[in-house]
């Protein structure tokens, strides 16, 4: 299974993006399907997660800003980000669990300039 992202870039504080990562070479769904963030000299953290359910769960920092949204049947998961602070650049990457099996895609670099 490789996860494949695109849609990261420059933009400026208070513009938007739309991140979208796809898994290729699955035959099955995935119970859990999000994005996590690591900014220069800091640890990967948690952005945003969709569970099979529907269910969502977000980072403080990013709440009312940031939507994860997924697409079983297409094994693909996005991350629409508005507003964007420079706080949120970093090299963002997807996460797709099903039972035991984690898979990570090789991220994609967001810079908000101020």
């Known amino acids: 299974v490789q996860l494949v992202e695109s849609g990261g870039g420059l933009v400026q504080a208070g513009g938007s993006l739309r991140l979208s990562c796809s898994a290729s070479?699955?035959?099955?769904?995935?119970?859990?399907m999000g994005w996590y963030r690591q900014a220069p000299g800091k640890q990967r953290e948690l952005v945003a997660l969709?569970?099979?359910?529907?269910?969502?769960n977000y980072a403080d920092s990013v709440k009312g800003r940031f939507t994860v949204s997924g697409d079983n049947a297409k094994n693909t998961v996005y991350l629409q980000m508005n507003s964007l602070e420079p706080e949120d650049t970093a090299v963002y990457y997807c996460n797709f669990v099903r039972g035991t099996l984690n898979y990570w895609g090789k991220g994609t670099l967001v810079t908000v300039s101020s």
């Open positions: 070479g699955s035959i099955f769904s995935f119970d859990v």
């Open positions: 969709i569970h099979s359910s529907g269910s969502t």
